[in-house]
């Protein structure tokens, strides 16, 4: 099926950088927020980050003006009824996503298909919640406009056509997506995390300093970032809530979460966003 109107439910970093990035390729879009404050603060924020563009001239003002014209915030789920496509991009809780599942059942066009960005928990009791054959994932990745890669979720009452079509609107946003089947953490998750985990541990048993493991994976391994680096910048509860959907799933021991990320969360100290977690931030 042709996708021209995508509806996405979610306002914070996820929804509106997948908001820009439809936009941008031509899409119809309608951002839903519960909130009226923050659908307008969402508009502002793509506004500025358009005219950033602007300013570095990587867009012309008619260009930026179209983006904007083709983006419309709402406060009511009921106006992603003419979507065709809608993703949705909240919490990371499940019996939540259930929920706007069910409603997003209830609300939109039987052909519509329903997507969700989740990272790491099982599409399919999303999918069972309302459409099943119409219903897979379509991940983005942080930050949406400027990461080339969308991991299609596959779940086991996924139809193909619904595979088809979330791919080629990925292809249709310029990304490069890959097809992966419904497992907690799919491709990048799955393979990322137990490694920051096992970072973790390094540091827990002295093995090395904080400073000497970041600097030995981004020296020996070329990564842009340290494993430490990188779970301040995810941050700490949100990896966590990851790992222990990893090993929820699996119960391999590799996957049990680290106790001092356990500790450092309990402790408040998840990272950049909080000023102190593996490094502290003045």
Known sequence: MAVKRVGIVGSGIMGSGIAEVAAKAGFEVILRSRQQNTADQMMAGLEKSLGKQVDRGKLDAAERDGVLGRVRATTELGELSDCDLVIESIVEDLPIKKHLFNELDRVCNDNAILATNTSTLPVVEMAMESRPDKVCGV???????????????????????????ARGFAEACGKSPVLVRDQAGFIVNGLLFPYLNNAVKLLDAGVATREDIDTAMKGGCNFP??????????????????????????????YAPAPLLRRMVSAERLGRKTGQGFYDYG
């Open 225 to 254: 970032m340290g494993p430490l680096e990188l779970l301040d910048l995810v941050g700490l509860d949100t990896s966590l809530a990851i790992i222990e959907a990893l090993y929820s799933e699996f119960r391999d021991p590799n």
């Open 139 to 165: 991940h983005f990745f942080n930050p949406a406009p400027m990461m080339a890669l969308v991991e299609v979720v596959r779940c086991i009452t996924t139809s193909d056509e619904t595979v088809d079509t």
